[in-house]
């Protein structure tokens, strides 16, 4: 099993003329933490297009990660967000299902609510169903919520929770998150639990705290009848919607963390059959080098979803992964 250590490489040079010129990050853990010059709300923009921070601090001792290839199937998700009308969706559906999918992957969509029956009408039997959100009970006096009964009754199979834009647009915290996702399990829906830091989180070197605490939330929160039903996607949030993608080493280094932490805290057999999935602008151009690394299972995808042929491009990245072993 490889050994991932968190230390990199010292800061390089900065100059007014590069805006900013850093060495590879993958920004986990330190214990000083340099900041951007003149940092604003508009900090991503400093950044090329594979996002590198600042280096590690090599006062605190590096954290030694194993990384232990899952064994689950590759898993595709596609987020439709509040996206489409009846004639994109329409048209979205016909364009999957004339896509050629290699057949050993598990591929999911989850339309906004209002289309899901329109889907699952008309969309081929080899892409499952997901909601993009579910309620925290049984359903009742809750304007404008969605139970999971109501789900599983127009053939929903998965659900996604935790999002980011859930966190931190909507509010929803570890503790809501963690219920919500105990009652659709054991109501028997699968679970596409997520979690993943902010901008100024990397910078602090923070990564692994609000990662493990997030995943701390699914595991603590009430009784999880199993993990068979849940797939973990890590999605930095500076990374998602910004065309800021992390590097296939950023993206291995968490998710080999996050099955150590599975390992440590839950069992070794639910660290290696847990899908762990990478989103974060994941696109037809950048899924094949993702797909190589050993601990990162698959993808969940937003915009590109939105494009049938640029998706299916995505779900067959799994041959990158064949190639990779």
């Given amino acids: 099993m490889a050994m991932l250590s968190t230390s990199l490489s010292a800061a390089g040079s900065k100059s007014a ?12 853990r330190r214990s000083s933490c340099p900041k ?16 590198r921070l600042p280096s590690l601090s090599t006062r605190r001792p590096c954290r030694a990660v194993v990384a232990m290839a899952g064994t689950g199937k590759f898993f ?27 057949s050993d992957v598990d591929v999911v969509v989850a339309p906004p609510f209002v289309y899901i029956d329109q889907v699952k009408s008309s969309l081929t039997d080899k892409i499952e169903i997901s909601a993009q959100n579910s309620w925290v009970s049984k359903g009742g006096a809750f304007t404008g919520e969605i139970s999971v009964e109501q789900l599983k009754d127009i053939g929903a199979k998965w659900v996604i929770l935790g999002h980011s ?28 639990a997520c979690i993943g830091e902010l901008l100024e989180d990397r910078e602090a070197g923070k990564t692994f705290d ?8 699914y595991y603590s929160t009430d009784a999880v009848p199993s993990w068979d039903n849940i797939v973990i996607a ?9 065309g800021k993608v992390a590097s296939p080493q950023q ?4 998710h080999a963390a996050l099955r150590d932490w599975l390992k440590k805290n839950v069992s070794d057999e639910v660290a290696s059959k847990t899908r762990i999935i990478y989103g974060g602008s994941v696109n037809g151009g950048n899924c094949a080098e993702l797909a190589k690394q050993e601990d990162i299972d698959g993808f969940l995808v937003g915009g590109a979803s939105l494009k049938g042929p640029e998706f299916a491009t995505i779900v067959n990245s799994v041959t990158s992964k ?4």
């Fill in 165 to 192: 834009e859930r966190r931190h647009v909507i509010g929803e915290d570890d503790l809501f998150i963690g219920k919500k996702a105990a009652y659709a399990l054991n109501e028997g829906l699968g679970v596409i």
């Fill in 17 to 28: 003329a590069t805006l900013y010129s850093p060495p590879n990050f993958s920004g986990l």
């Fill in 210 to 217: 609000v990662c493990f605490t997030q995943l701390k939330a």
């Fill in 36 to 51: 951007l010059e003149n940092p604003s709300s508009n900090s991503l923009h400093l950044f090329d297009s594979q996002l």
């Fill in 322 to 325: 064949k190639v990779a072993a």
């Fill in 251 to 254: 993206a291995q280094e968490v």
């Fill in 234 to 242: 890590y999605e930095p949030v500076w990374a998602i919607g910004t």
């Fill in 76 to 102: 595709v998700g596609g987020n439709w967000k509040c996206n489409g009308t009846k004639e994109s969706i329409t048209k979205l559906v016909s364009d999957l299902n004339d896509a050629k999918l290699e």
